[in-house]
């Protein structure tokens, strides 16, 4: 049996309804980013160069940034947390929970809590978690995980949704009707937005400068589970930080578009504290929890550069591999490019268990390409891949290459095996009994060798122009 990588498996197992659904909601997704970047901008990769710049200059301050922002939003009536790791940030969003009586909250959209689990651990200490974004409660409530950074429910077709909504009795009969689907999700949303006493988002980007927030949404519903509720906390990752109001004009023009193929998002939330007494509704307290779980590390690392990204999925929709195999196969809440680089970085010590994802990748160059903030990622992939290399991780399906490096850094060998590879014309490798050389050879057909001539022509041609 030929050691396939975990990725190949499951883009060999993935049902072709699924395969179906993410590449053509990937390939939509491409188009329209494309078509709507391209009208509007003479020359957008400007643009995502000027971001990449802001980003990158933030990141080599992010100390001070991070202190600023910290003083910003205490002067806005904000009460800011620092949280080491998942852990710490998980205990005090808790404890502010608790504090409080709290045992009831709606949640908008986060990687950030998907990437330390916070709904299962609030869960299991009694807290009623409901996500309220369209795709993570229908997540919830099939007891999946996002597969999409911004679509997380891309893998799912409308029947299947229409199957969950019947068998957890969100409508009493079944109707795959998209409109229909919609409007039974908010009925019940409604309901659970009133009873809810704190609301949990994530943040976009938050401006150094001012402490605002901002909160980029299609669906409205982090503004919804804000209104009724009297505390909110917001779980954001200390790479989130932009240094000026300013600067936030850049991210906004380029996440929608990249994001969704949209110029702006339906809803684009600046919050600038808790509720002041003019206002009629709203939470009367607020909370920043800065979540670091490995960034610092990133950040000291050589793949640096992943920290600018600002979760556009641009990258995702455009990937190859991505398409064929799906988010779940990237076994981590990042999938596609970003998460091959990001989730094996955030993983530290377990490195060695997602050591196998950078080396999912083609290396053909589509992401950096479409990223508004010019990661470099396949320049990241083979650093990563470097490392694995340097600290011995094996990594099935990948051939050993210390032969041909070996070959290849020794002329002499070189020249002896450039000239014997005309042999293997006439060989019948087909027929080797080398069960992984035969599955290979099975899907291509190798080209004639011709070993040798370059150096023959490249020769002649010197002793040509000596003698002419
Ligand atoms: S790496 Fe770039 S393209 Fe991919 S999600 Fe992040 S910002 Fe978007």
Redesign the pocket.
């Known amino acids: 049996m030929i050691d396939h990588q975990l990725i190949d498996t499951y883009a060999r197992e993935i049902s072709e309804e699924k395969q179906t659904s993410v590449i053509s909601g990937s390939a939509a997704s491409t188009d329209k980013r494309y078509t709507v970047l391209f009208k509007d901008y003479e020359n957008p990769d400007e643009l995502r160069k000027l971001a990449g710049k802001i980003k990158d200059h933030t990141l080599h301050h992010l100390d001070s940034y991070l202190e600023q922002a910290e003083v910003s939003l205490q002067r806005n009536g904000v009460q800011v947390h620092f949280a080491d790791t998942g852990d710490d940030a998980k205990a005090t969003i808790l404890s502010i929970l608790k504090d409080r009586g709290i045992s009831k909250l709606t949640k908008s959209k986060s990687m950030a809590a998907e990437e330390i689990h916070l709904n299962p651990y609030l869960i299991e200490h009694g807290i009623e978690c409901l996500e309220s974004d369209l795709g993570e409660f229908i997540i919830q409530l099939d007891d999946d995980v996002p597969s999409h950074?911004v679509r997380p429910i891309i893998h799912k077709n409308r029947r299947e949704i229409a199957r969950t909504f019947q068998r957890e009795g969100i409508a009493a009969d079944y109707n795959d009707d998209p409109e229909t689907i919609t409007r039974r999700a908010r009925v019940f949303l409604r309901e659970k937005y009133m009873q809810a006493e704190a609301v949990i988002t994530g943040g976009n980007f938050i401006s150094a400068e001012s402490g605002r927030l901002v909160l980029v949404t299609n669906e409205g519903n982090s503004r919804f589970g804000m209104a009724p509720s009297k505390v909110h906390i917001a779980l954001v990752g200390i790479e989130k930080l932009v240094p000026t109001d300013k600067d936030l004009a850049v991210f906004l023009n380029l996440l929608g578009r990249?994001a969704t193929g949209q110029q702006l998002t339906v809803y684009t939330e600046f919050i600038s504290g808790p509720k002041d007494t003019s206002q009629p509704s709203g939470p009367e307290e607020m909370h920043v929890v800065f979540l670091n779980n490995g960034r610092t590390d990133v950040l000291e690392s050589n793949c640096r550069e992943?920290l600018?990204?600002?979760?556009?999925?641009?990258?995702?929709n455009v990937c190859p591999v991505y398409r064929q195999a799906s988010g779940h196969a990237y076994r981590a809440t990042y999938g596609?490019?970003?998460g091959a680089v990001l989730s094996p970085l955030l993983a530290g010590k377990e490195f060695p268990e997602l050591a196998d994802l950078p080396k999912a990748s083609s290396l053909c160059g589509a992401?950096n390409e479409?990223?508004?903030?010019d990661?470099p990622?396949p320049d990241l992939l083979l650093r990563l891949r470097d490392k694995a290399k340097r600290e011995k991780i094996h990594s099935p399906g990948a051939p050993p290459m210390s032969p041909f490096a070996t070959l290849a850094t020794t002329p002499s060998l070189w020249r002896t095996a450039m000239t014997m590879s005309k042999a293997m014309n006439h060989l019948p490798i087909q027929v080797a009994p080398v069960k992984p050389l035969q599955e290979w050879l099975g899907q291509r057909t190798l080209p004639e060798w011709h070993g040798g001539d370059f150096r023959k022509w490249f020769n002649s041609r010197s002793n040509k122009s000596k003698q002419s």
């Open positions: 950074i990249s992943i600018r990204c600002i979760r556009c999925s641009a990258c995702q596609g490019p970003v992401c479409v990223c508004p903030v990661i990622i």
